[in-house]
C-alpha cells in the first residue's frame, strides 16, 4: 500500500515498552511495516508559540498536498503519450543520504528512510524560521508552475483547435491540407470553382447531373479531391453569375456546396501556424517536463518535513516538556487490515488518554476542549500520508 501513519507516543520506558508491544503484535498479525522516524531536536521556544505553528503547519500541509497532486497531474497532461510511464518520474531525488542523492529514490524509499536535511533547514533555527522556510519555498514553486503550466496549456489548446480542424468530416474540416492551387481556376473575372460535397451512395447521380444543375457550368470540370466515410469532395467550375442558382439545385440533389475559396496567403498562414505550435510545444516539452520533475521532488521533500514537523509540534503539545517522545513510521500491509491495526493502536496507547480511546469506540463522547472531530483523534499523535497521488 501507498498509505502510511506517522505516530508517536512519549519517549519514557512505560511508553517505548508499549511501542515494543505494538510492533510485536503488528509483526505477529501481518498489520503493518513499521520503522524509527527520526525527527531532530529543535528549538521549542514557548507552548504558545507550538500552538500558532500547529495551526499554521496543518495549513500548510494540506497546501503542500494539494501542490504536489497538481504537479503530479501535470507530469501525466504534459506526458500525454506515455501516462503509464508519469509515475516513473514521480521521485524524490536528492532527498536522502550522499552517496544516494545521484539514484532515483522513489517515493515510499524517501518516507521509510527519511532523514532530515539539516542543511536547507536548519534544526537550530527556530522553528517559526524552518516553517517560514518550508512556506517560502512552497509559494514560490506553485507560483512557477501556474505560469509555466498556464503557457504550455495555452499553446496545447491551440494546437489541439488546429488539429480537431484538420480531423474533422468534410464538411467541418479545414481544407488547406487537401486542396491545391491547381483545383481552382484562379484570377477569371467571370469563372469561379466551387467545392461540393457528395454523399458516396450519389457518386453517379453527381457525374450525370452537375453539368445541368445550372446554366454555364462548365463541362467536364469535376473532380474528386478527397474522401471521408460519408461522402466525397468534388470540385466543379462554373461562372459566377450562376452561384446562386447552382447552390439551391445542388441541395435539391443533396450536394452540399462547401464555402471555401483559394487564398493561398491564408492556406500558408494556417500551414505555417500548425508547424511553429508543433514546434513551440515541441521546444516547451522538455524544459517543462525537467521542472515539473524537479520541483515536484523539491515539494515532496518538503511535504514529509512539514509532516515530521507536525510531529514534533503536536508531541510536545500532547506530552510536555522536555521533549521526549518517538515516532514511529507505519505502513499497513492491506486496505483490509487498517481496522484491526487501529484497534491494536488504541489498545496499545489507551493509557496516554483514557477519554480520546473511549471516544473512538463511542462517538457520542466528547472530548472536553477538543475541537476536531473525535474520528481525527487519537491517544496518541497521528498523522497520515499518502502516496497515491495520480487517483
Not at 536528492?94 to 524517501?110: A, H, N, P, R
Not at 491494536?344 to 477538543?370: M, Q, T, W, Y
Request: aromatic share 10%; net charge neutral.
Amino acid at each position: 500500500m501507498s498509505e502510511f501513519w506517522l505516530i508517536s507516543a512519549p519517549g519514557d520506558k512505560e511508553n517505548l515498552q508499549a511501542l515494543e508491544r505494538m510492533n510485536n503484535v503488528t509483526s505477529k498479525s501481518n498489520l503493518s511495516h513499521n520503522t524509527k522516524f527520526t525527527i531532530p531536536d529543535f528549538k521549542v521556544g514557548t507552548l504558545d508559540s507550538l500552538v500558532g505553528l500547529s495551526d499554521e503547519l496543518g495549513k500548510l500541509d494540506t497546501f503542500a498536498e494539494s501542490l504536489i497532486k497538481r504537479m503530479a497531474q501535470s507530469v501525466v497532461e504534459v506526458m500525454e503519450d506515455s501516462k503509464g510511464k508519469a509515475q516513473e518520474n514521480l521521485l524524490a531525488n536528492g532527498g536522502l543520504k550522499e552517496k544516494m542523492k545521484c539514484l532515483k529514490i522513489d517515493l515510499t524509499s524517501f518516507v521509510t528512510h527519511f532523514e532530515w536535511d539539516m542543511a536547507k533547514y536548519p534544526a537550530k533555527q527556530p522553528l517559526v524560521s524552518v516553517v517560514d522556510t518550508l512556506a517560502k519555498q512552497l509559494a514560490q514553486i506553485e507560483t512557477d508552475l501556474k505560469s509555466r503550466t498556464a503557457a504550455y496549456s495555452v499553446l496545447k489548446a491551440n494546437l489541439e483547435n488546429l488539429e480537431k480542424k484538420s480531423t474533422g468530416n468534410l464538411f467541418t474540416r479545414t481544407l488547406s491540407d487537401i486542396v491545391s492551387k491547381e483545383d481552382f481556376v484562379l484570377d477569371s473575372e467571370y469563372l469561379i470553382t466551387l467545392l461540393v460535397i457528395v454523399p458516396k451512395s450519389n457518386y453517379a447521380q453527381w457525374q450525370k447531373t452537375y453539368e445541368s444543375l445550372s446554366d454555364m457550368v462548365v463541362p467536364r470540370s469535376t473532380k474528386l479531391i478527397a474522401e471521408d466515410n460519408e461522402g466525397g469532395l468534388f470540385t466543379v467550375t462554373l461562372f459566377r453569375k450562376v452561384i446562386e442558382d447552382f447552390k439551391v439545385k445542388a441541395k435539391e440533389n443533396k450536394f452540399i456546396v462547401r464555402e471555401f475559396y483559394y487564398d493561398e496567403k491564408e492556406i500558408k498562414r494556417e500551414r505555417e501556424e500548425m508547424t511553429r505550435l508543433l514546434s513551440d510545444k515541441k521546444q516547451q516539452y522538455g524544459p517543462l517536463l525537467r521542472w515539473l520533475k524537479v520541483n515536484f521532488s523539491e515539494a515532496f521533500i518538503a511535504w514529509i518535513h512539514i509532516k515530521a514537523l507536525r510531529v514534533f509540534v503536536e508531541s510536545v503539545l500532547r506530552y510536555g516538556l522536555p521533549v521526549n517522545f518517538q515516532a514511529v513510521l507505519l505502513q499497513p500491509h492491506k486496505k483490509s487490515a487498517t481496522k484491526r491495526l487501529r484497534e491494536v493502536l488504541n489498545s496499545v496507547f489507551r493509557h496516554l488518554d483514557e477519554v480520546a480511546a473511549a471516544s473512538i469506540l463511542d462517538a457520542s463522547v466528547e472530548i472536553p476542549g477538543l475541537q476536531l472531530s473525535n474520528q481525527d483523534y487519537f491517544p496518541y499523535v497521528y498523522f497520515h500520508i499518502d502516496l497515491s497521488l495520480l487517483d
